[in-house]
């Protein structure tokens, strides 16, 4: 009963957000079937990539959408006020190569392909102040239990070389075949692994033994981003 709650709730921020009140109208303003919503309705669920369009198409907060908290929308700079770009970026740039594996924020799966995907360019003075570029890379994010926060195929940007976990910060880990992006907290004997979205419960890893073994720090999150399509 509770879920279900929580399901009209965000269906109806969504409504609001895109300005209807009909399913077919939520339906034709998602780009989705109506068909889409019948299911999610069943399922007192609302997909994750219903919030991520709605917040790409009306700049509304997407934790508010997904969540309830915080404003609506978020500030923005006054008109006049938008700060002006240079014709060329007179700065030096570093190259950050995107790695093979997928990242997982969900069920831990771990992806790779033939080859690697190039790379994006970063400001070098960034790099520099957020670590150590020779140890970086770019991997891509499987799953929606970070939601809002990063969105399934977002890109995460890692420093490798920051693997002295520090608590409450994101990080990449391994577990056994498996790599996950999580929040990090540290009890004695334990590793505690948070998700953002509710319905993913705390994980709990034992790190002796065996267990200890199989259980890598691969990097911290130093950044996110992702592509609209």
């Keep these: 009963m509770r879920e279900n709650s929580r399901f009209q709730d965000v269906l109806q921020r969504l409504m609001q957000a895109l300005d209807v009140s009909t399913d077919a109208e939520l339906a034709r303003k998602l780009g989705i079937t109506p068909q889409s919503v019948s299911g999610a309705r069943k399922r007192a669920e609302v997909p994750p990539s219903w919030i991520q369009a709605c917040a790409a198409q009306t700049g509304v907060n997407a934790h508010w ?39 997982s924020a969900g069920t831990g799966s771990l992806e790779t392909s033939a080859a690697g995907d190039g790379g994006y360019a970063f ?26 926060e990063i969105f399934d195929n977002d890109l995460v940007l890692l420093d490798r070389g920051q693997t002295e976990i520090s608590p409450g910060r994101l990080y990449a880990v391994g577990f056994e075949d498996a790599i996950y992006i999580k929040r990090i907290d540290k009890v004695p004997g334990k590793i505690i692994l948070h998700s953002v979205n509710p319905a993913y419960p705390p994980l709990s890893l034992d790190l002796r033994g065996d267990s200890a073994e199989q259980f890598r720090v691969i990097g911290r999150v130093l950044w996110s981003g992702r592509e609209y399509r």
């Design 123 to 148: 400001r070098s003075d960034f790099l520099h102040r957020k670590g150590n570029p020779r140890r970086m890379v770019l991997m891509r994010v499987s799953g929606d239990s970070m939601v809002p």
């Design 65 to 103: 959408l997904f969540f309830g908290r915080g404003p609506m929308h978020l500030p923005e700079a006054a008109e006049g006020e938008l700060p002006s770009v240079q014709a060329e970026c007179d700065c030096e740039l570093i190259t950050v190569p995107l790695a093979e594996a997928r990242l």
